[in-house]
């Protein structure tokens, strides 16, 4: 017999594990890439598998470097890729992916210090980083394709049509729900996403606050947007199209880069849906995720310190 | 044969938060309380609840029977100790108590002959008339009858109960709560007490209400015992006693969650449910009241769950406080092979123990076998920031900023993030799928705090 001591508790949730966390958001990414395969064929298969291929080599070489164990089981940096990949454009050349896999998990995680101590989501820093170091490449341009078989990648994305041509051309609402559009590959198609997303409120693996956050500021501010003309869009319209959706329910959900409390994630939600629709509407880009998920990143630990739950019962009293 | 009353209208009442650990109460739900047979020794020691040692007041190498007061309260909060056998004191040895005091412990060597043994002393402790006549009892003399008995908590953290007991006209008492949640998993000891003596924890119900003048009386029960709960409404009969329903939760039976739950009352941080009026009482606290009140029996004996898969036979068992875990692990078959940890008290708040011979104190509520099936040896990650710590706090505190803080000495996040006011429920800890050790950290933070502040 060989007895063993620790301290309480002596029991603990085996189905939770930060493994099964990070699979389960693969999970609910099936439809997601399910469709993305569907739209984008060959294209999707070598940005999302260049791109979890260089996250997990990077990952595990600067392990090895340092001298730390492995960390690639827990998943996190195989999902960081997945999830850049599907942020990205179809077209883009095969540096890109290359690259944006590696700044993310270098730049973006490993620096810090490693899963769970990086302040910005990874596979944004990544793709912020081509998106600024190769814009041709991933400009609006970048996902027309003019000699493609499928018609969807001779289009314009929603969204640029929308920037350039005062909603005109805009596909109807039905393409944009199903993701028969252009766009990057994960992006697409709202009911792929509003799948994958529920599947990941309903085992907890993401806190609902932050996509109901985002939801709520865009169908707000896309309200008023519509009704003053200051957009050419109509809320519906906001929400189907571009990455507002992928990101509300799988980039803006990251745990590690939101907020602990469920008050914080409800105004990191909220400011990252207000931050969408300003840069949408405002800025020279068509798009505006992105950005927002890693300015409200940057202010995650000023939430964190306004959002400190009061103890159920009330402050520690001070001593006489 | 009684009626069986419809639980399933009645209204449940719960807290926020916590979590939903197995239950495994079948190992011993089904386990009628059976008596230990006298051991050849028990070791009583002197620090068994919270405050102060008792002072011991008997000589080495004395006689002593059953109930004789061998130490005596060593302050305000601090209680009774008695011969749990009758026999022959030692010498004092010094013992290491599962939460990793060491104290000093009085042995005593028993009698071949014991006057109440087996089945005379199980009819003593649970059977028989327990009508409570109180125009008889004077209200005052209740709280000292209770220091005189030696009563604790006996849910587990051992809080003299005396110092509850008294009235105080500055702080009205409103409501009594006799709490036989028993949340914690596997354990049933209080479950088969409210099976098998009803009317003693009744009538200590009653008795406790008379010290101290509240109202009102629940009785909070998980809604996993519909039998207890049947069995203590039918109990009750005409009188005025509430039973209420809790969903079956952990903590649901730590005070500040039932009081919640109960009442809809919050206990002040660093404060007593005596600061909102009311005062918790344990099932098995209660039943000793009565057993004093009525029929003169100090604390003595406890129930004890002796549970879990690494148990040949788990039971429940009355046994003399002092009684080291060996004697009775081997009353009960044993351990099984897979036995990797033995707990005292439950998987959720126990310590574990590797010296088995350590002894049943008054807090000793169960003790627990676990196998490598039931301990999470899952590698710790690093914190994935995931908030599930948070959401499961009933407290609604921020357990991985106070880990962290307590990690790198960081005093002043620690308070901030309100560190004292934890309870060490340890829910935080059981969700975490980082698998980091929060309630442990946790702990030695309050301690850095307490001693750098
Ligand atoms: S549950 Fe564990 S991993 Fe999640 S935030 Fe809390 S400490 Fe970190
Ligand atoms: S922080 Fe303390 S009170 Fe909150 S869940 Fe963890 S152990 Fe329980």
């Known amino acids: ?320 | 044969m009684k009626a069986a009353i419809s639980l399933k209208n009645l209204p449940k009442f719960t807290f926020r938060k916590g979590i939903h650990p197995p239950e495994y109460k079948s190992y011993a739900e089904h386990q009628a309380i059976e008596v230990l047979p006298t051991p050849d020794t028990v070791r009583i020691p002197l620090l068994q609840h919270l405050g102060a040692p008792a002072k011991v007041s008997i000589e080495p190498r004395a006689a002593v029977k059953v109930g004789d007061i061998i130490a005596e309260s060593g302050g305000f909060i601090s209680t009774n100790l008695h011969a749990s056998v009758s026999g022959k004191t030692a010498r004092e040895g010094i013992i290491t108590l599962p939460n990793g005091r060491r104290v000093t412990t009085i042995p005593i060597k028993a009698d071949p002959e014991q006057e109440l043994e087996g089945d005379a002393l199980k009819q003593a402790f649970l059977g028989g008339d327990w009508n409570v006549n109180l125009d008889e009892i004077d209200a005052s003399s209740i709280s000292k009858a209770a220091l005189q008995a030696g009563i604790v908590g006996m849910g587990g953290a051992a809080f003299p109960s005396h110092v509850k007991l008294m009235r105080n006209d500055d702080r009205p008492i409103t409501d009594l709560i006799i709490n036989g949640c028993e949340c914690e998993p596997f354990l049933t000891a209080d479950h088969r007490l409210m099976l098998e003596s009803p009317q003693s924890i009744l009538a200590g119900a009653l008795i406790a209400r008379h010290a101290t003048g509240a109202t009102r009386i629940s009785i909070c029960i998980e809604d996993n015992k519909p039998d207890a709960i049947q069995t203590m409404i039918h109990a009750i009969g005409d009188r005025d006693i509430d039973v209420k329903i809790m969903r079956s939760k952990y903590p649901q039976g730590g005070e500040k969650s039932l009081v919640m739950a109960a009442l809809g009352k919050a206990i002040p941080t660093g404060g007593l449910p005596l600061d909102v009026g009311v005062v918790v009482l344990n099932v098995g606290t209660v039943a000793s009241l009565a057993r004093m009140v009525l029929r003169g029996m100090p604390l003595t004996h406890r129930i004890v769950t002796v549970t879990g898969p690494g148990v040949v036979h788990p039971k429940n068992l009355l046994v003399p406080i002092g009684t080291d875990f060996e004697t009775v692990l081997q009353y009960c078959g044993g351990l099984k092979e897979e036995a990797a940890r033995i707990i005292a008290g439950g998987p959720m708040m126990g310590f574990s123990v590797t010296d088995l011979s350590t002894p049943v104190t008054k807090g000793t509520s169960g003790i627990t076998v676990l196998t490598a099936k039931e301990l999470n040896a899952a590698a710790t990650t690093a914190c994935v920031r995931c908030g599930l710590c948070v959401d499961t706090c009933p407290l609604d505190l921020v357990p991985t900023k106070l880990a962290m803080a307590a990690r790198y000495k960081h005093l002043e996040v620690l308070q901030r993030y309100h560190v004292d006011a934890c309870m060490e429920c340890g829910c935080c800890a059981y969700q975490c799928p980082a698998n980091i050790p929060l309630v442990q950290l946790i702990r030695a933070g309050k301690i850095y705090n307490r001693t750098h502040s």
């Open chain 1, 1 to 320: 017999m060989n007895v063993s001591v620790a301290s309480s508790p002596h029991f603990s949730n085996t189905t939770t594990s930060t493994q099964r966390m990070m699979i389960d958001v693969m999970i609910a990414l099936i439809p997601v890439v399910a469709l993305s395969l569907w739209v984008f064929r060959w294209h999707a298969i070598v940005q999302i598998g260049l791109c979890m291929l260089v996250c997990a080599l990077t990952e595990s070489a600067w392990k090895k470097l340092s001298g730390k164990p492995a960390s690639i089981a827990d998943a996190s940096g195989l999902l960081t890729g997945l999830i850049l990949g599907l942020s990205l454009p179809w077209s883009a050349p095969l540096y890109v992916p290359i690259i944006a896999s590696f700044m993310a998990i270098a730049l973006g995680k490993m620096v810090f210090g490693g899963l769970g101590m990086n302040l910005f989501n990874p596979a944004m820093v990544g793709r912020a980083f081509v998106m600024l170091s190769f814009a041709g490449a991933l400009g609006a341009s970048a996902y027309v394709y003019p000699d493609a078989s499928s018609t969807i990648l001779t289009q314009a994305t929603p969204l640029t049509l929308a920037k350039e041509s005062a909603g005109a051309s805009m596909p109807g609402f039905w393409p944009l729900f199903l993701g028969t559009t252009n766009g990057s590959i994960g992006e697409t198609s709202a009911l792929a996403i509003l799948t994958g997303g529920a599947y990941l409120l309903v085992r907890r693996t993401a806190a609902w606050q932050i996509p109901a956050g985002v939801l709520a500021s865009c169908i707000v501010l896309g309200l008023i947007f519509e009704f003053t003309g200051i957009s050419n869009l109509n809320v519906i319209q906001h929400l189907a199209s571009g990455s507002l959706l992928f990101g509300a329910f799988f980039i803006a959900t990251d745990p590690v880069s939101s907020p602990l409390a469920p008050k914080g994630r409800l105004i990191f939600g909220l400011g990252v849906g207000t931050l969408i629709m300003i840069l949408r509407v405002f800025s020279s880009y068509p798009e505006g995720v992105m950005f927002a998920v890693l300015l409200m990143n940057a202010v995650v630990p000023l939430i964190n310190r306004w959002t400190i739950p009061t103890p159920i019962g009330g402050p520690i009293p001070a001593k006489p």
